[in-house]
């Protein structure tokens, strides 16, 4: 079997970050875990989903990826999917990664953040260190697609225009739900935001089996905060299916010989 450990991570310690593992059994992807938060993922028994709040926490790599191999019969992933700025030297701004991928989706609305020597910073550099202590070195525009052992950075905006077929940045952050549906009361962002999650993970299933997470009723949304631990865990999902099409050969690298940033062909205009 081949694995994929997908990860969304927050830039900062104080934010809770979205975790998951598929892998692959006989000729289908299969989730093994699915979680909002560190703690979440390296716990024992379901995912309370419901939880009054979800905290972040200081990622422990050894520990995640012995959880990892827990899941999938002793065995490491075949690679990691992060969506945050990684790279071989040190980062204190914008890359030729980030460059690049803005010139080719800019214009559709995906252009990227700008990291900087604060976010990810020292958190970034730390992760970036200890999947490589362990065997996961950075994949750059030279290493050829579908390698294994590698830390593959991701970007889930262009990747969802290949998922589900849309020629603009999907809207589903929900932080960015009042510029979306502006002038709109918050039950019905709630309830606009759980049409689009829900979309994603339609498009999620077909490439992913057993994906256990039962978006809530709009009615039982207290708040917008509440949906954050939603995102962050179809964000981690995506991360897993852009290693998917890594490693399948079916994504290309934006970036140089430090830093890349890999989407599905799907969705490439011109390899940079």
């Known amino acids: 079997m081949t694995a994929v450990f997908g990860i969304d991570p927050a830039w900062t310690e104080s934010e809770p970050s979205g975790l998951t593992l598929v892998a692959r059994e006989d000729r289908a992807w299969v989730c093994k875990a699915l979680a909002p938060s560190y703690q979440s993922f390296l716990a024992q028994g379901p995912v309370d989903w419901n ?52 010139a080719n989706f800019g214009s559709v609305g995906c252009g990227t953040h700008s990291p900087n020597a604060q976010r990810p910073g020292p958190l970034g550099s730390a992760m970036t260190a200890a999947f490589a202590n362990h ?47 502006p002038g709109t009361s918050v039950a019905h962002r709630a309830a606009k935001l759980l049409e689009v999650f829900d979309a994603i993970l339609t498009g999620l299933r077909r490439n992913i089996a057993d994906i256990p997470m039962r978006l809530p009723l709009a009615s039982e949304v207290p708040s917008l905060a509440g949906l954050k631990r939603y995102e962050d865990a179809i964000d981690a999902l995506v991360c897993a299916w852009c290693g998917i099409m890594y490693l399948e050969g079916k994504a290309i690298p934006y970036g140089d010989d430090t830093a890349a940033i890999w989407v599905p062909t799907q969705a490439g205009m011109v390899s940079a």
């Not at 750059?140 to 998922?163: D, I, N």
């Open 51 to 102: 939880a009054k709040s979800v905290p972040g926490s200081v990622p422990d790599i050894a520990a995640l990826l012995n959880k990892c191999a827990d899941l999938h019969g002793g065995c490491a992933p075949a690679v990691v999917a992060i969506d945050m700025p990684v790279a071989t030297v040190a980062i204190s701004s914008r890359r030729n990664a980030d460059n690049a991928l803005s």
């Open 135 to 181: 065997g996961f070195r950075v994949a750059t525009s030279k290493t050829p697609v579908g390698e294994e052992g590698r830390l593959v950075e991701v970007y889930p905006h262009p990747a969802l225009l290949a998922l589900l077929g849309c020629t603009y940045r999907v809207p589903y952050k929900v932080s960015k739900s009042g510029k979306y549906w």
